[in-house]
Each structure stands twice: as structure tokens, then as C-alpha cells.
T-cell receptor, first 110, second 112 residues
Framework: KNEVEQSPQNLTAQEGEFITINCSYSVGISALHWLQQHPGGGIVSLFMLSSGKKKHGRLIATINIQEKHSSLHITASHPRDSAVYIC????????????FGKGTKLSVKP | DVKVTQSSRYLVKRTGEKVFLECVQD?????MFWYRQDPGLGLRLIYFSYDVKMKEKGDIPEGYSVSREKKERFSLILESASTNQTSMYLC???????????FGQGTRLTVV
């Protein structure tokens, strides 16, 4: 059973393009993470949000709890944004295990 | 600035060796997790701990054990390393079951 569906799985963009990655949930949540992982690197927490919208630099995350949907937007994309972006299901167990899918692999070409 | 630190970035060990991967967090978080990541797969949970000396098995605990003697430190132990344990290992901590998670930089372990 997939608690979260993330799309697209792979995305190639040209530098400067506006990018959107989507996550949809099959069961209710009250908050979620957006994470970033560069090739060979550790994972960075970009956002945790429970309502509305959060912005950090060129990254914007939105969430609609009622519709069980969240989006991550990247404005004016840059090759350094190339990474895997992940929205894990946040409640895998009683102690908060995150359940990970494969994420979205983004490649931004110069 | 919150921090989760893993003791090694890269590690090469021989088959049969006992291997310790250390993770330290400075945020006073209750919950700590060890994941492994393999090509083409998402992160999979090995073990987690919700308090000092408390631990629970995750999805793939075979061949691993853990230790949490102090709140800030969570160790992953490979009792007898095997080549199929070659992987990227990531540690995470979280203040509660619904709090924001923070990750270490990862340890890339190669068992030869």
C-alpha cells in the first residue's frame, strides 16, 4: 500500500524554468516534510509544513490538508538544484518513522 | 543551527569485521533512526530508538544491532560485516513522532 504518490519520478528542466513536484496522500496527515538529497550526499530538510505555504529562497512548498496534496515549487531553477526531492509519509509508526518512496530525480541543464 | 553528525563519511571494512557507525545529535531529540539507502530504492528503516536504552526493529534489522546509552548518541553495529551490507547509511533524529526530522550527512560503507 502506497501512502504517498509523488510525481513526476524524473524531471529534466532547463536553467531558469519553473519546476513543480507533487505529492498526494492516500490517508490523512497533519504535516509533512520536503527533503532534498544531492548525488552521493546526505539528506537536507527543506520544509516541514502543516498548512498554507512556506518559502525559502527560490523554494516554495504548499500543502492542502483537506485535499491530501502538497507541492514543491522551484523558481528560476539552477543546475545546483539538481537532486532527488522526497516527500516521505510522516507517520510510519508510533515513534514517527518516515516512510520513503524513491522521490523525484530533478536534473537542471545549463 | 541544529545538527546530526555521523562519525564517518566513507568507510571500508573487511568481511567478518565488527563495524560501528556512530550518530550524534545536539537537539535533545527523543527519537533517532538508522536507515540504509541502496540504488533504485528509497530509504529503508533498520532500527529506531525512542528513548535512552529503548530500541525497536525497523523493516530490515537482520545483521544489525543498535545501542543508545546516551540520549544524544545512537550507534549502529554490524556484528559481522558482509558484502551485502555495502550501502549508504543515514541517521536521523526527530523531537517527537510528529516533529521535524533532521538527517546526518550519511556514511558510505563498503565491505570487501
Amino acid at each position: 500500500k502506497n501512502e504517498v504518490e509523488q510525481s513526476p519520478q524524473n524531471l529534466t528542466a532547463q536553467e531558469g524554468e519553473f519546476i513543480t513536484i507533487n505529492c498526494s496522500y492516500s490517508v490523512g496527515i497533519s504535516a509533512l516534510h520536503w527533503l532534498q538529497q544531492h548525488p552521493g550526499g546526505g539528506i537536507v530538510s527543506l520544509f516541514m509544513l502543516s498548512s498554507g505555504k512556506k518559502k525559502h529562497g527560490r523554494l516554495i512548498a504548499t500543502i492542502n490538508i483537506q485535499e491530501k496534496h502538497s507541492s514543491l515549487h522551484i523558481t528560476a531553477s539552477h543546475p545546483r538544484d539538481s537532486a532527488v526531492y522526497i516527500c516521505p509519509y510522516p507517520y510510519g509508526g508510533s515513534q514517527g518513522n518516515l516512510i520513503f518512496g524513491k522521490g523525484t530525480k530533478l536534473s537542471v541543464k545549463p | 543551527d541544529v545538527k546530526v553528525t555521523q562519525s564517518s563519511r566513507y568507510l571500508v571494512k573487511r568481511t567478518g569485521e565488527k563495524v560501528f557507525l556512530e550518530c550524534v545529535q545536539d537537539m535533545d531529540h527523543e527519537n533517532m533512526f538508522w536507515y540504509r539507502q541502496d540504488p533504485g530504492l528509497g530509504l529503508r528503516l533498520i532500527y529506531f530508538s525512542y528513548d535512552v536504552k529503548m530500541k525497536e526493529k525497523g523493516d530490515i534489522p537482520e545483521g544489525y544491532s543498535v545501542s543508545r546509552e546516551k540520549k544524544e548518541r545512537f550507534s549502529l553495529i554490524l556484528e559481522s560485516a558482509s558484502t551485502n551490507q555495502t550501502s549508504m547509511y543515514l541517521c536521523a533524529s526527530r523531537p517527537s513522532w510528529a516533529g521535524e526530522a533532521f538527517f546526518g550527512q550519511g556514511t558510505r560503507l563498503t565491505v570487501v
